[in-house]
């Protein structure tokens, strides 16, 4: 069975950091692109990072030069550094990897105070 937990989340203030955690169960996990994803209350998730099974990253525009994606293949976990956190990135933020269905963690949750 797919599972995908994240931690790491919690308040912080604006301009501070976090880093976040995704476990990923089974090693299947290494071969495949994985992404963070968030959703801010009233609005859709939308994408936020991916890391492909070779390295290669992609960042959506309102989080480049800020946030770090990086994965450990050996651990099979993912990881997303947050620096220089604004209040609009204020969300909840879900792990997801896609092998033929969508798998989603439950979410951790960001906020960041001004």
């Known amino acids: 069975q797919v599972q995908l937990v994240e931690s790491g989340g919690g308040l912080v203030q604006l301009g501070g950091s976090l880093r976040l955690s995704c476990a990923a169960s089974?090693?299947?996990?290494?071969?495949?692109?994985m992404g963070w994803y968030r959703q801010a209350p009233g609005k859709q998730r939308e994408f936020v990072a991916v890391?492909?099974?070779?390295?290669?990253?992609n960042y959506a525009d309102s989080v480049k030069g800020r946030f770090t994606i990086s994965r450990d293949n050996a651990k099979n976990m993912v990881y997303l550094q947050m620096n220089s956190l604004k209040p609009e990135d204020t969300a909840v933020y879900y792990c997801h990897v896609k092998i033929v269905t969508e798998y989603w963690g439950q979410g951790t949750q960001v906020t960041v105070s001004s």
């Open positions: 089974g090693s299947i996990f290494t071969i495949y692109p």
């Open positions: 890391i492909a099974s070779g390295g290669s990253t």
